[in-house]
């Protein structure tokens, strides 16, 4: 049996930057529990981030994006080595970290998927995804930890 | 979430994405339109209308699975992508790549 994915959402008491709520995960390193993360996230969303379309589409994949990478490159598939996510949101902004336990990555190595070159490669498109579907992409120093930031006035 | 896979009396294998098509069930997606190709199958058609969402895992299947059928002489066509999935395919350039119609029936009818 697959160790389960398990949530805590909290209220920040000092809203920084209009971000009211936290909702922390620990999802374990499987890939078969990506799309049920994913879901939990975007239904805590929708009770106050405004862009419903944005959440339907951009925070799902996204997200899904980075859970992937964290499990398939940072916990090797190790359901035992768990993917830590933390969703800061309010009704203007969302932001989400994804960490893994691996030794990262620097993004800045991976190639233009977009090239003629590259564009029939069946793999190497996930980062590029993820910044053309959100408005502000961060990693940690390590390369282990994503921060994908959507914004909506 | 499922892929509904069925023959069009043209001979057209039509596999429907009912969900999503992400990183955890790219394997069986690909395996069921290789099942097909094996068999005999050489016309296919994704039918996207009822999909949430595709990752880049679903992308890159799509990618392979479409090599796979041109090098085996056949055709792969997609239809019926929301507006968020198209712009999907118009991000990563992989509008150029495949023959992407509106509707199922549109694209039945170019095989």
Same mark, same amino acid.
């Given at each position: ?10 209220? !920040? ?15 374990? /390193? ?36 980075? !859970? ?5 490159? /940072? ?79 | ?5 069925? %023959? *069009? ?22 395996? %069921? ?5 094996? #068999? ?15 990752? =880049? ?8 699975? =479409? ?7 056949? *055709?792969?066509?997609? #239809?019926?992508?929301?507006? *968020?999935? %198209? ?7 992989? *509008? ?6 509106? =509707?199922?029936?549109? #694209?039945?009818?170019?095989?």
């Amino acid at each position: 049996m697959r160790p389960a994915l398990s949530a805590h959402l909290a209220r !920040l008491g000092s809203a920084r930057r209009g971000l009211a709520a936290e909702l922390t995960l620990r999802v374990p /390193g499987d890939i078969g529990v990506v799309e049920e993360a994913v879901e939990l996230v975007a239904r805590h969303l929708e009770t106050s981030f405004v862009d419903r379309r944005a959440i339907r589409f951009n925070v799902r994949v996204a997200l899904a994006e980075a !859970l992937a990478n964290a499990i398939l490159y /940072g916990s090797g598939e190790d359901a035992a080595r768990p993917v830590a996510v933390r969703v800061l949101f309010g009704r203007h902004a969302v932001e989400m970290e994804v960490t893994d336990e691996g030794g990262g990555f620097d993004p800045g190595l991976i190639p233009d998927p977009t090239l003629p070159a590259n564009r029939s490669r069946p793999y190497g498109r996930g980062l590029f995804v993820i910044r053309g579907l959100v408005d502000e992409v961060r990693f940690s120093p390590k390369g282990n930890s994503i921060c994908m930031v959507v914004r909506r006035a | 979430m499922a892929f509904k896979v069925r %023959k *069009d009396p043209r001979g057209v294998v039509v596999v429907e994405v009912d969900g999503q098509l992400i990183v955890s069930n790219r394997q069986e997606f690909k395996q %069921k339109v290789l099942d097909a190709l094996e #068999a005999g199958d050489r016309k296919f058609l994704v039918d996207f209308t009822p999909t949430g969402y595709i990752d =880049s895992s679903g992308l890159g299947v799509l990618v392979s699975l =479409s090599k796979k059928i041109r090098d085996e002489g056949g *055709d792969l066509r997609l #239809a019926g992508l929301n507006e *968020d999935l %198209k712009t999907l395919f118009e991000l990563t350039k992989l *509008d150029t790549l495949f023959a992407i119609t509106d =509707s199922p029936a549109e #694209a039945l009818a170019a095989f």
